[in-house]
Nanobody
Framework: VQLQASGGGLVQAGDSLRLSCAASGRTFSSLVMGWFRQAPGKEREFVAATSWTGITKYADSVKGRFTIFRDNAKNTVYLQMNSLKPEDTAVYYC?????????????????WGQGTQVTVSS
């Protein structure tokens, strides 16, 4: 599976941004898809995930502000980020795996995209 993330950028606090991750190489609809982020000097952390059935799960820090959704016809998963805060600044990575259900641990994801930078200024 190849993953291509895009949509990052520099925004101000309170703004919105939508990240996209296009997948190829495997039947997209059978994959669990996740978003992770890594800030400078910190470990990569879970942000959101969606199972192939559309079940979603979020980190507490983004719940109510971020929405993950997928378009199986376009082989793409999105992360809609609203009410962005400076602490959301990080490189965001999309990930995929063939495990059933929801996967939140980065070690359980077999495939990773290259990352896209999100910077939120105060």
């Amino acid at each position: 599976v190849q993953l291509q993330a895009s949509g990052g950028g520099l925004v101000q606090a309170g703004d919105s941004l939508r990240l996209s991750c296009a997948a190829s190489g495997r039947t997209f609809s059978s994959l669990v898809m996740g978003w992770f982020r890594q800030a400078p000097g910190k470990e990569r952390e879970f942000v959101a995930a969606t199972s192939w059935t559309g079940i979603t799960k979020y980190a507490d820090s983004v719940k109510g502000r971020f929405t993950i959704f997928r378009d199986n016809a376009k082989n793409t998963v999105y992360l809609q980020m609203n009410s962005l805060k400076p602490e959301d600044t990080a490189v965001y990575y999309c990930a995929a795996d063939s495990s059933p259900g929801i996967v939140t641990r980065k070690l359980n994801y077999a495939y990773w995209g290259q990352g896209t930078q999100v910077t939120v200024s105060s």
